[in-house]
Antibody, heavy 117, light 108 residues
Framework: QLLESGGGLVQPGGSLRLSCAAS????????MSWVRQAPGKGLEWVST????????YYADSVKGRFTISRDNSKNTLFLQINSLRAEDTAVYYC????????????WGQGTLVTVSS | EIVLTQSPATLSLSPGERATLSCRAS??????LAWYQQKPGQAPRLLIY???NRATGIPARFSGSGSGTDFTLTISSLEPEDFAVYYC??????????FGPGTKVDIK
């Protein structure tokens, strides 16, 4: 199970920290990712972190503003979101990679981030 | 960046009918393609991975085929719960991981 938290309403230029608590599996064995979905739109990959946390990857649209991290001792994934823009408004899902891949076999329920003044 | 194109955008069918959804990649992704189902207000669910392997718990009426640039998701006989949006996703050449724009299967 994956349970996200931390979303909310934030002004442009603001920051948020999203969390995703994992249970039922050892998260350090799997890459974890964030995928977002703007209202009424499709899925957009945001970021991925390796099982160890040693490798991170970002979409160009968020590079330099978002930081993915994980605390394997607490089975928790994070996404620090800075310099928020209106176009970052979306439901943010955390997702677990299947086996050693970045196909996503488990998803959280999502947390809504709304960027508006 | 590999761009995925899905067709049709909307597929209007009746329960019991066969659904055929297409996903085309801008360059070869080998067999590194997945399909997801998403219902309103819910997270996506993995249906097919590596082009043709059903994920755990996915009914046999869902099947995937293809390799290279052209892929198909087939639902052999639509059940009422299958009316949803379907996305394809590639992991062949990433980052970035890319998704297609989706095909909505709605009730005719």
């Amino acid at each position: 199970q994956l349970l996200e938290s931390g979303g909310g309403l934030v002004q442009p230029g603001g920051s948020l920290r999203l969390s995703c608590a994992a249970s039922g599996f050892t998260s350090s064995s799997y890459a974890m990712s964030w995928v977002r979905q703007a209202p009424g739109k499709g899925l957009e990959w945001v970021s991925t972190i390796s099982g160890s946390g040693g490798s991170t990857y970002y979409a160009d649209s968020v590079k330099g503003r978002f930081t993915i991290s994980r605390d394997n001792s607490k089975n928790t994934l994070f996404l620090q979101i800075n310099s928020l823009r209106a176009e970052d408004t979306a439901v943010y899902y955390c997702a677990k990679g299947r086996a050693t891949t970045v196909f996503f076999d488990y998803w959280g329920q999502g947390t809504l981030v709304t960027v508006s003044s | 960046e590999i761009v995925l194109t899905q067709s049709p955008a909307t597929l209007s069918l009746s329960p019991g009918e066969r659904a055929t959804l297409s996903c085309r990649a801008s360059q070869s992704v080998s067999s590194y393609l997945a399909w997801y189902q998403q219902k309103p207000g819910q997270a996506p669910r993995l249906l097919i991975y590596d082009a043709s392997n059903r994920a755990t718990g996915i009914p046999a009426r869902f099947s995937g085929s293809g390799s290279g640039t052209d892929f198909t998701l087939t639902i052999s006989s639509l059940e009422p719960e299958d009316f949803a949006v379907y996305y394809c996703q590639q992991r062949s050449n990433w980052p970035p991981i890319t998704f297609g724009p989706g095909t909505k299967v709605d009730i005719k």
